[in-house]
């Protein structure tokens, strides 16, 4: 008999939480239940949902930056963002951080239930990628970027653009992408406000002497092997 899917939830919300894993129990689901941003790193990195619904507004991290971090580390799992803000920047900037359904507080259980069962449908099964390897200190809590046991402290925007580097190991991405990731949709990001940022991370990684290099592929984007 096949398992059932698994769904990881991360909350605040206690009240919302305990009525997201019943409902989601009474469609046949495994819940993995979590209300932190920091907590949801570790038990979904370690064991990893067949799908992830995901609150933005969580007490210690962004979980848009809590969705990268875990795509970063090779988690491929669909993600649904829950999110009381609903405008269309916000919407864009879920998906732009590795989401791929936004539903806006408040919402319908039966509607939540329809698009999980989507996402469900749509989970790869393919394990975790290369890139986890590379990711180990990628931390929305508190961002830094680890060699061993050196550590370079990351500003939000940095982290931002780091996960999405370390989420195409050896990929060279895009200039638009970079920005669309790291910054608020809408936002006036210059090239050499980029570039100012990719010279202070790739400062960052020979500070620690981190075993990668930060590449830069002229007039296209970046590239982290």
């Known amino acids: 008999m096949p398992l059932s899917p698994t769904i990881g939830v991360c909350e605040d919300d206690d009240e919302l939480r305990g ?21 949801a790193l ?28 875990l795509r970063a580390r090779g988690v491929t799992a669909p993600v649904l963002f829950l999110t009381a803000r609903s405008a269309l ?11 791929d359904d936004y539903l806006a507080k408040p919402f319908a259980l039966a509607e939540l239930l329809v698009r999980v069962a989507a996402l469900v449908r749509r989970a790869p099964t393919a394990g975790a990628s290369a ?15 680890a060699h061993g046991q050196r550590r370079a402290p990351l500003t939000p925007t940095e982290f931002r653009i780091v996960a999405a580097l370390v989420a195409r190991p050896g990929v060279v ?13 809408g936002a006036i990001v210059h090239d050499n406000t980029l570039d100012a940022y990719l010279a202070r991370i790739r400062r960052k990684l020979r500070e620690i002497e981190a075993p990668v290099a930060l590449e830069t592929a ?7 092997r």
């Not at 009525?19 to 907590?39: F, H, K, P």
């Not at 064991?47 to 848009?64: F, S």
């Open 19 to 39: 009525v997201l894993r019943r409902a989601l129990e009474d469609e046949g689901y495994l819940v993995q239940a979590t209300s932190s941003g920091g907590e």
């Open 42 to 69: 570790r038990r979904f990195e370690a064991d990893a949902p067949d799908v992830l619904v995901l609150d933005i507004g969580l007490p210690d991290a962004d979980g848009r930056d809590l969705c990268m971090a």
């Open 89 to 99: 920047s916000d919407r864009l900037s879920g998906f732009n951080a590795g989401g």
């Open 131 to 145: 890139a986890a390897a590379a990711a180990r200190a990628l931390d929305p809590a508190g961002p830094a970027r």
């Open 173 to 185: 991405v895009r200039r638009a992408t970079l920005v669309a990731a790291a910054w608020p949709d």
């Open 218 to 224: 002229r007039g296209v984007g970046y590239v982290l």
